[in-house]
C-alpha cells in the first residue's frame, strides 16, 4: 500500500508541475507570446522545410499547443488514477472536472495579460484533456487484456 501512495504522490507532483507550466503559457502578454509562436513556427519551418508553411498544422500552431498540453494533462491525470486505484476508492467526478476547471482558470488568467480569453480554447483544451485520458486509459485497458496480471 505504501508503495501506491508514493507513486500517487509522485504523479500529484508531476500534475501541479504540468498545470503551473500550461499557466505560465497564459500570463505573457501579447507581445511575448505572439515572438514565442513565432520561434516554434520557424523552428517547425527549419526542421520540415519549406512545405511546412503551407499547412494546417503550422497555420493554428497555438491551437495545437493548446489541445497537446491538455492532452498530457489528461494522460498524467488519468495515469495517476491507474496507479492509485488500488490503495483507495477514488471516484471519477473528480477526473472529469479537474481538466475543464483547469482550462477554465488557464483561459481567465489572459485577462492578465491583456490577451483575448476564448470559450473555443477550453473546449478545445477540454478535447485534449479527453484525448490524452482516454488514450492512456484505453492503452492500459488493451495491456491488460493482452497481458493480464498474473495472481
Request: net charge positive.
Amino acid at each position: 500500500m505504501k508503495n501506491h501512495h508514493k507513486t500517487a504522490t509522485i504523479w500529484w507532483i508531476v500534475i501541479v508541475l504540468t498545470v503551473l507550466l500550461i499557466w505560465g503559457q497564459s500570463l505573457p502578454g501579447k507581445d511575448l507570446s505572439n515572438l514565442q509562436s513565432g520561434s516554434v513556427q520557424g523552428f517547425l519551418g527549419r526542421l520540415f522545410g519549406e512545405g511546412i508553411y503551407q499547412t494546417f498544422f503550422y497555420q493554428h500552431i497555438r491551437k495545437f499547443a493548446h489541445f497537446a498540453e491538455y492532452a498530457v494533462l489528461g494522460a498524467e491525470v488519468a495515469a495517476y488514477r491507474l496507479s492509485a486505484r488500488h490503495y483507495t476508492r477514488l471516484r471519477i467526478w473528480p477526473v472529469l472536472v479537474f481538466g475543464p476547471i483547469v482550462a477554465t482558470i488557464d483561459e481567465l488568467l489572459q485577462f492578465i495579460s491583456a490577451r483575448a480569453p476564448l470559450v473555443s480554447d477550453v473546449l478545445l483544451d477540454c478535447g485534449g484533456y479527453a484525448f490524452g485520458g482516454l488514450g492512456l486509459w484505453g492503452i492500459f485497458v488493451l495491456w491488460r487484456k493482452f497481458y493480464p496480471q498474473k495472481s
